[in-house]
Nanobody, 129 residues
């Protein structure tokens, strides 16, 4: 059974950086896209970044492009989200999700959360002075 476990969240000040990790197991990254989402209290879940199974396609939401970077280390079964210049509006529960690349990138948007089969529990990021 595929599993995803996030880590790296915490409380940081505005302007700081964090790197989130998503350790996956039970599937081969070559076949699956992995994405990062976040959800703040009272708000809808937001897709942030996605990488295809082969790594040849990477997507970012407008809200984070230029500040966040997704990367992968297949040897460590880990996908990272490097987050820079954090601000209070970035406060949310951050989750990674996985699904077959064909499904994710065959859809209108790679951030349709209903297309993701497997989800982690999330890691909380709080940006506050």
């Amino acid at each position: 059974q595929p599993q995803l476990v996030e880590s790296g969240g915490g409380l940081v000040q505005p302007g700081a950086s964090l790197r989130l990790s998503c350790v996956y197991s039970g599937f081969t990254l070559d076949d699956y896209a992995i994405a990062w989402f976040r959800q703040a209290p009272g708000k809808e879940r937001e897709g942030l970044s996605c990488t295809s199974g082969s790594g040849d396609m990477t997507s970012y939401a407008d809200s984070v492009e230029g500040r966040f970077t997704i990367s992968r280390d297949s040897a460590k079964n880990t996908v990272y989200l490097q987050m820079n210049s954090l601000n209070p509006e970035d406060t949310a529960l951050y989750s990674c999700a996985a699904s077959p690349s064909e499904l994710v990138y065959g859809a209108e948007s790679p951030f349709l959360d209903t297309n993701y089969f497997y989800w982690g529990q999330g890691t909380q990021v709080t940006v506050s002075s």
